[in-house]
């Protein structure tokens, strides 16, 4: 699953200056959760992960990839302090 939605997203997030750093899908406090963590050369903005959201949502629901329900969960991958 995580090959066949990174290959359908490709470049799609380019322009927002991140790439997908990992993808999984597991169940978390009784709910099927589809987890993306984004990464990038810099820290990534929380309006970024918005636009990234809005670009991977509508791609997903198109491949129609997993049939019950779930919470997609999409966030920035920690880079650890930042003074």
């Known amino acids: ?36 963590v984004l990464d990038s050369k810099e820290i990534i903005p929380l309006g970024t992960v918005v636009k990234a959201t809005r670009i991977i949502n509508p791609i997903l629901d198109k491949l129609d990839l997993i049939k019950e329900s779930y919470t997609l969960d999409v ?6 302090d930042v003074e």
């Open 75 to 80: 966030y920035a991958k920690e880079k650890g």
């Open 1 to 36: 699953m995580k090959e066949k939605i990174i290959e359908a997203i490709g470049d799609k997030l380019n322009n927002l200056d991140v790439f997908i750093d990992d993808i999984t899908y597991e169940k978390i406090d009784q709910e099927n959760t589809l987890t993306i």
